[in-house]
């Protein structure tokens, strides 16, 4: 009987670790799609001057 209790507390402990992980996981995840949603709003787009050759931000 103590080894079936063993590994029923190991099995568990599998089960409670392995939501752990995908919790961090998703967290992690959701924090960089935040940052990259964040930061595509910010980029500007760049046209090159055809005088001095230097690429400056686009007017609209």
Known sequence: MPP?????????GAVIG????????????DDLERARVAEESEVRKLERDPVSGTYRPRKS
């Not at 209790?5 to 568990?12: C, D, E, F, N």
């Not at 392995?18 to 995840?29: Q, R, V």
Request: aromatic share 10%; charged share 20%.
């Open 4 to 12: 079936l209790v063993v590994w029923l507390i190991g099995a568990a």
């Open 18 to 29: 392995a939501k752990l992980w995908s919790m961090a996981e998703k967290k992690a995840n």
